[in-house]
């Protein structure tokens, strides 16, 4: 199962906070900064959305 929005070439690690802000016209950095805060709140939620994500979204090409 995958979703339509596609990683980015852009990336820093697999491109899926870059593909998601550029499928959604955000700014990238604001949205790598948005991941880092979600990241270091307990539980660690922004790692685990981010390894689904990676799955699910469609390779760049």
């Keep these: 199962m995958h ?33 880092v805060l979600l990241t270091i709140m307990p539980w660690f939620p922004g790692i685990i959305v981010y390894l689904v994500l990676w799955l699910l979204m469609e390779s760049p090409e």
């Design 3 to 35: 979703i339509p929005v596609k990683r980015s070439r852009n990336n820093v690690f697999a491109g899926v906070v870059a593909g998601m802000c550029e499928h959604f016209g955000w700014n990238v950095t604001i949205g790598r900064i948005l991941f």
